[in-house]
């Protein structure tokens, strides 16, 4: 039988390419939100905000591919459950990867705190 703490980490470990595309969505409107109500961007040199941002979606989209590839290269077990869940988040984590990147399209196609 497995114990029940392994079973725990495994359905977080179902659930962590979501977890890190939730924190990218909070860390990119967070910092965006506080920056634009602040003043620290202004229309004519959007540049300093606009690349923080870039900086913040690209260690939050490498870090959701980091994940990918580590689920992809776990070793899988015998067990058709066991299968299934590794299946699984290999599915998830390349489904939070494509979210995670999506999700900073329009830093590149809308002004910044327009």
Known sequence: MIPPARNFWRLVLLVAAFLIWSL???ALYGV???A???GWASAQDPWPLRLTLIGV???MTAGAGVFA???M???AEDR???RFLRSATL???VIGVVATAWLGAPLFLVRICG
């Open 91 to 93: 599915a998830t984590a």
């Open 32 to 34: 965006h939100g506080v």
């Open 73 to 75: 290269k776990r070793p």
């Open 69 to 71: 590839v580590w689920t």
């Open 36 to 38: 634009c109500a602040a």
């Open 57 to 59: 979606w690209v260690v």
């Open 80 to 82: 058709p459950a066991q």
């Open 24 to 26: 990218a969505f909070i």
